[in-house]
């Protein structure tokens, strides 16, 4: 159910699915072998200012690495999509990256940022509407793996482009990939395009470290989960008695992150057992890592072609531009 509320001027969608709806995908995922939570668990309010930090560190090159691409190529990238322009992106966060995209595009037509995390979203959009005047901003709270309705901006634009950087999409196994993909074709419409961030395979041990810092960020990340699903559902959890890890998969060429059982103990979710044995594991994300030729593979299965990639003078993180293949 959609609920438009004026929130100090702001235009806020409010389509966050309700924790009821989402107790049952909770517990199937908690029920699999090995245990699994959804990554949208990571991104409450203290998760979201987390991950901020955790794109400071020295170890976490992926923000960095964008960011530099987005600045030295965001001329080009603004050519291609185009005066008037509608921009809606997905997983926005702070919104950070978005700045570099409107300070070049030319008479964008509105800005939608759509986010699972209302606060960080907010906060967001306040600052882009404040720094951005005669910028339409109209944010979307919602989970973008489920239907949600997007805002009809006032002033009609040209195209539509979604933008989705921080290689989000390496958080979603292929098939819910390609329906992500999927979704953001429909959304970009015949005439509109993509602008996507993917982190490129690279050395293992430069990927490990980036999900497991020294200073014990992303450890902290990781466990709040445990917070976050204790307050909404009432887990029951002891984040201390979970030890994150961050593990290479090179068969699915991904780094997966682990919260590993220190000891035997249970939770109980709607009055559903749930019980760890010493050593067992419960994952709460995936983050794949592609070449150019799979990524651009893996996009032409949801119908986008490549027009344009970008990469930093290492290869470690790719931004590219995806039309629809029928153009
Ligand atoms: C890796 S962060 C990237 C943030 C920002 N785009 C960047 O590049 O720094 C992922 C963002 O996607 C959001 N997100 C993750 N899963 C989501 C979902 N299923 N629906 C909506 N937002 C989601 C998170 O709340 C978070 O803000």
């Given at each position: 159910m959609t609920d438009c509320t004026q929130n100090a001027a702001l235009p806020l969608r409010d389509q966050h699915p309700a924790?009821?709806?989402l107790t049952?995908?909770?517990?199937a995922g908690l029920s699999e072998d090995p245990k699994r939570v959804s990554s949208l668990y990571l991104y409450d309010e203290r998760g979201s200012r987390l991950f901020e930090r955790i794109c400071t560190l020295p170890e976490y090159y992926l923000t960095r690495t964008e960011i530099a691409i987005l600045d030295a190529h965001g001329d080009d990238i603004a050519a291609r999509i185009g005066p008037d322009a509608l921009l809606v992106e997905f997983g926005s966060g702070?919104?950070?990256?978005?700045?570099?995209?409107?300070?070049?595009?030319?008479?964008?037509?509105?800005?939608?940022?759509?986010?699972?995390?209302?606060?960080?979203?907010?906060e967001a959009a306040r600052s882009i509407t404040?720094?951005?005047?005669g910028l339409e901003v109209l944010p979307v709270c919602a989970d973008f793996m489920r239907p949600f309705d997007l805002p009809e901006p006032r002033r009609p634009a040209q195209r539509s482009v979604v933008f989705f950087p921080g290689s989000t999409i390496g958080n979603f196994d292929e098939p819910d990939a390609i329906a992500l993909l999927e979704r953001m074709r429909q959304v970009a419409g015949t005439g509109g395009g993509l602008v996507i961030g993917t982190d490129l395979v690279k050395d293992v041990s430069l990927l490990k470290q980036a999900y497991d810092d020294a200073a014990g960020v992303t450890a902290e990340f990781n466990r709040n989960v445990l917070l976050r699903l204790n307050r909404e559902f009432g887990a029951g959890f002891v984040p201390e008695a979970f030890r994150h890890e961050a593990v290479w998969s090179d068969a699915h060429s991904r780094i997966e992150m682990h919260l590993v059982s220190l000891r035997k103990q249970s939770v109980e979710i709607d009055g559903t057992r749930i019980a760890f044995l010493p050593g067992?594991?419960?994952?709460?994300?995936?983050?794949?890592?592609?070449?150019?030729?799979?990524?651009?593979?893996?996009a032409a299965v949801a119908g986008w072609r490549v027009d344009r990639a970008w990469t930093?003078?290492?290869?470690?993180?790719?931004?590219?531009?995806?039309e629809p293949a029928s153009v």
């Open positions: 924790p009821s709806a049952e995908q909770l517990i702070a919104s950070l990256k978005t700045r570099l995209l409107l300070d070049r595009l030319v008479r964008p037509c509105a800005y939608v940022p759509v986010d699972i995390a209302r606060a960080a979203l907010l404040r720094d951005y005047p067992e594991r419960l994952v709460t994300e995936h983050c794949h890592k592609y070449t150019l030729a799979g990524f651009a593979a893996l930093d003078p290492r290869g470690w993180f790719g931004v590219q531009y995806l």
